[in-house]
Structure formats: structure tokens, C-alpha cells
């Protein structure tokens, strides 16, 4: 997007999350929250990024990928203050700008879109999204005429009486034309009651200026949340959680219990795939169609399932290939593995990838069969349509040949049957 930068800010302490680290770094299933900011502003094309840091910057610092720029805000004199500090970096620039909370990270890639579409259409000097919520503590109230004309934006503190009963809350999402919102920031005094130099301040300043100013109110309740504190961590944990169920289930796959599922981000899983209840399976996890997982079982990053694989109750797969239809119905554990098609995992089976010092890798290959209670010590392979027999216990690098069969403890080779 051409003529658009952004601003994030992200230099405050976050007291009330009580943590040593810093709260635009902590996780939401698994990303910062700053980097979920980060990713929405680059979803909308806007190449210009200017992360304003205060608070443990050198920290954040490292976590942000090349070409994003930063700031410091030398003392956390507030919203405004921080804008002020970007300044330096849009010297000359006469264009629009975008400014978000890294603590506000919930927004969906279609409302930014639409404020910024809002903003440019009406040719506004300030736009920015407003909720209406039934508990709007915590948040700035807007203020209106009796024409419903935005006066102001009021933080909490300095609500009056008649203010309290304000149900549109202000979402800390603006686009400005840079000339009106550093004009209006030069005139900006300080809150007496916090010491602090407020952004929302700046659209009263523009009210009383008499220039364009726009809102777009959003419904969800679920893009409409500051993340302040641990509780509205878990909150915004559980809502990008059943985000990420709903995508795939808008791609065909089931997912018998939605509460109870936990599934990356990043995570592919295809058509008419089946996911049983208490399942987690971690970021960077391919999975076909038609398969069957779960319940109870832990895909974790690394692995992959291809089509019509089954893997059943307490399972867990960690950097392991499974091949097409291959079954792994219960308590099994592979570790480094890569399965072939067709085979048949039987239950209890241990891949036994770690000797204390390194991780060694498995290979079975298409028809196996691997009896109930087999451990395979790596580094070793089992061949094609090779049988273990139950309880064998499969020594490092005794390679099972194709078709053979091995028993015992150590495993060796016995006759086959003939086939019947
Ligand atoms: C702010 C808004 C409030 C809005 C709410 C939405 C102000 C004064 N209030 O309140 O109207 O409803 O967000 O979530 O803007 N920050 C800095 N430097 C500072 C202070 C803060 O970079 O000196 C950053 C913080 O890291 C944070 C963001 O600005 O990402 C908002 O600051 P915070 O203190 O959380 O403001 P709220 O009280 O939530
Ligand atoms: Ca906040």
C-alpha cells in the first residue's frame, strides 16, 4: 500500500500482566503478540514498519525480523509520547499513517482493511475502530454530540458522572494524515492525573478543528480486546485457538471436540480428515486427507501423515513421516522415524531414538509389520513386509531384512509362515 506507513507502539511495561518478560512478547499459540501485529500490518501490504520500543528494547529487538525499523522511546511518557518519538522517521513524509497496539493484536486482516478503506474513501483526516461493549472498563470511552459527532476520546480516570454509562470503547487502531496528527500532537498537554501525554487526546484537538474525523465500529467481540493482564492472555489464547479449528473446518476438516483440540497455526491438515477429542499437534505438521487422529494423541513439529493414516489413542509422533494408510492405533511413540505405506504399527511399539547423546533415526518400509510391544533401537531399519513378532525387542543397527521375520530378545530371525 502506497503512501501508508505504520506505526506500532510497544515501549510500555505492561505492569499488570506481572511478568519479567515484556508483554508484547508474550505467546499467543505460539507467536509474540507483537509479531501478530507485525504480520497484519505486511497482510495489508504496508512495507513501512516503525516499532516504537522503550521498555527491555534490546530484548524485543532481537525477536523482529530484518527491515522492520524501531524507535526508543527514551522515557514511557505515554501513547502520544510514543508517536512523538516515531516522528523522527516520517520526517518530510505527507501520506497516511497507521497506528495499532502491539497489545491489541486480535484484529482480523478484513477490519484493518476496512478502516483503511473507510479512511481513504472519505478522504478523513482521522479514522479509527470503536467497539461497543457491555463492559467497557479499562478502555477509552467516546465521547459524542448531539449530532453523534465524535467530541472526544475519554480514558477511564477522567470519566465524569454523566460520561460513566459510555458504551463505545475506543480499539487503539487510527490511520491519520501525518501533517493533522503531528499538528494536533504539538498541541497535546500532559494528563494531570497520570503524567502522562495521551494519543487520544488528539481527537478532540481535531474535533475542535473541525476536520474530517470517521469510526468504524466492529461487532466481534473477539477483535474488540486489549491484552492487559495473564486472564486476557488466555482469553486471546483460546480465541486465535478456535480461529485456527475454524479455518480448517471451513477446508473439511472434522474436529469432533473444538474445546478440547489445540492445532498450530501452521498447521495443514486435509479434507475429511478426522480429529478426535485431546489432541495437540504442534506448528510445522503436514497432514493428508482421510486420516484418523486421536484421541489423546500429540503430533509434534517436524512429522507428517499422509493420506488415510491412521493414529489412535495415546500416541505420540515427533519428527516422524507416517506413509499413506499406514495405521498407529495405541500407545506407541515414534521419534525420528520415517514409516513407509501400509504398515501396521501394533500397539506399545517404543522407537528408541535417544541414547543419551544423540537423536538416531528409524526407517520401516511399506507393508511392515510391527508386532504389539516392539522396540526399535535406533539408528535401524525394518524392511519391507518384514514382520517383528510381539515383545521383540530390535537391536541398533540389526536391520530387519524385507520379508523377514525376527523375534526375541535381542531380536533374531525365525522362519517365516508359510502365507495360508
Ligand atoms: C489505550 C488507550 C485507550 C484504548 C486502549 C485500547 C490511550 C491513552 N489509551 O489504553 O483509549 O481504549 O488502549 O487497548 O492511548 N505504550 C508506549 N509508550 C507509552 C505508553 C504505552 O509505547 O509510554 C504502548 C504500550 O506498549 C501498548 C500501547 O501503547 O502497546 C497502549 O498502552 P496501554 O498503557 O496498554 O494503554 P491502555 O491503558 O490499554
Ligand atoms: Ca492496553
Known sequence: MKNFKAIILAAGKGTRMKSGIPKVLHKIQGKTMLSFVIGLIQSLKIKDIIVVLGHQDSLIKKTLEKGIKTVKQKRLLGTADAVMSAKSRLANFNGEVLILHADHPLFTRETL?????????????????????????????????NYSRVEAIVEETDLTSAEQDIKETNMGAYCFKSKSLFSALNKIKINQKKKEYYLTDVIEILAKDGVKIETLNIDDPNQAMGINS???????????????????????????DPLTTHIARDVSVGKDTVIYPFTVIDSDVKIGKNCSIGPFCHI????????????????????????????????????????????????????????????NPTYIKDKAF????????????????????????VAKNQNVPDKAVVAGVPAKIIPRRKEK
Do not use: W
Open 370 to 393: 510391527i508386532g504389539s510391544d516392539t522396540i526399535l533401537i535406533a539408528p535401524v531399519k525394518v524392511g519391507r513386509a518384514a514382520i517383528t513378532a510381539a515383545g521383540s525387542v
Open 300 to 359: 509434534r513439529s517436524k512429522s507428517s501423515l499422509s493420506d488415510s493414516a491412521v493414529v489412535g489413542n495415546f500416541t505420540e509422533i515427533n519428527r516422524s513421516k507416517i506413509g499413506i494408510k499406514t495405521k498407529m492405533k495405541h500407545f506407541s511413540y515414534l521419534g525420528d522415524a520415517t514409516v513407509g505405506n501400509d504398515v501396521n504399527i501394533g500397539a506399545g511399539t517404543i522407537t528408541a531414538n535417544y541414547d543419551g547423546k544423540d537423536k
Open 113 to 145: 482493511n476496512n478502516l483503511i478503506r473507510t479512511h481513504i474513501n472519505n478522504k478523513s483526516d482521522c479514522s479509527f475502530l470503536t467497539a461497543t461493549l457491555e463492559q467497557p472498563k479499562g478502555y477509552g470511552r467516546i465521547r459524542r454530540d
Open 230 to 256: 495473564q486472564e486476557d492472555l488466555a482469553k486471546a489464547n483460546q480465541v486465535m485457538r478456535l480461529r485456527v479449528l475454524e479455518d480448517l473446518m471451513v477446508k473439511g476438516v472434522v474436529i469432533i
